[in-house]
């Protein structure tokens, strides 16, 4: 079965700086998910992507997809405090219906 | 919209005792799915559904029971609560499962 694994678990950066989150997979991504957390709260989806090397942006965000589909990154530039939260990637199995996330990665934004 | 409604929000069970959780989505969501959350595991699959009459089993069905009568609701059965069942529960829907899932804001469960 394929397995998300993402790094680092935990991250405290100070406000104003940038961050990378990993997300890497045990088997070739069909469709690479990320969300966002806040505490207390459900999912809320930021981005999706499909094709190797494939870049999406929104607002200081962006996601990448690597060539070979196995490896996802997500970026922050400039963190503000509202970036806190615990964010998640996701990947389907191409067989319609199962949607497996990674453990999630917790971040801290100190004013 | 409404979107995805999940109830209670908070729950307390003693050991054995039973008890649904409830999802409804007004979206007409073909595709929905429960998932429960856990310190440093993620998110993972009990079960999923991918239209009405249609149910399959995630990571970890063990312990849960759904079914799916109508497009709209996608109920999670706890048959006999155990205290390893203690989580966060989401309930997620969407109009296919190839895309962006919208999740209810959750319930915390607690079996004593």
């Known amino acids: 079965s394929q397995e998300l694994e993402q790094s680092p678990q935990s991250l405290i950066v100070q406000e104003g700086k940038n961050l990378t989150i990993n997300c890497t997979s045990s088997?070739?991504?069909?469709?690479l998910y990320w969300y966002k957390q806040k505490y207390g709260e459900g999912l809320i989806f930021l981005m999706m992507?499909?094709?190797?090397?494939e870049e999406k942006s929104h607002e200081k965000i962006t996601a990448k997809l690597d060539e070979k589909k196995q490896q996802s990154s997500l970026h922050i530039t400039a963190s503000q405090p509202s970036h806190a939260g615990i964010y998640l990637c996701g990947a389907d199995d191409n067989q319609g219906g199962k949607l497996i996330f990674g453990q999630g990665t917790e971040l801290s934004v100190k004013p | 919209n409404a979107g995805v409604t999940q109830t209670p929000k908070f729950q307390v069970l003693k050991t054995g005792q039973s008890m649904t959780l409830q999802c409804a989505q007004d979206m007409n969501h073909e595709y929905m799915s429960w998932y429960r959350q856990d310190p440093g595991m993620g998110l993972r699959l009990i079960h999923y559904?991918?239209?009405?009459?249609?149910?399959d089993q995630g990571e970890v069905p063990n312990g849960y029971n759904v079914s799916r009568s109508t497009t709209e609701d996608f109920p999670l059965r706890l048959l006999s609560a155990a205290p390893s069942q203690t989580s966060v529960y989401f309930c997620?829907?969407?109009?296919?499962?190839?895309?962006?899932?919208?999740f209810g804001s959750g319930t915390q469960l607690s079996v004593l």
């Open positions: 559904s991918v239209g009405a009459g249609i149910t």
């Open positions: 997620a829907s969407s109009y296919s499962g190839f895309e962006k899932l919208f």
């Open positions: 992507l499909q094709k190797g090397g």
């Open positions: 088997k070739t991504l069909y469709g």
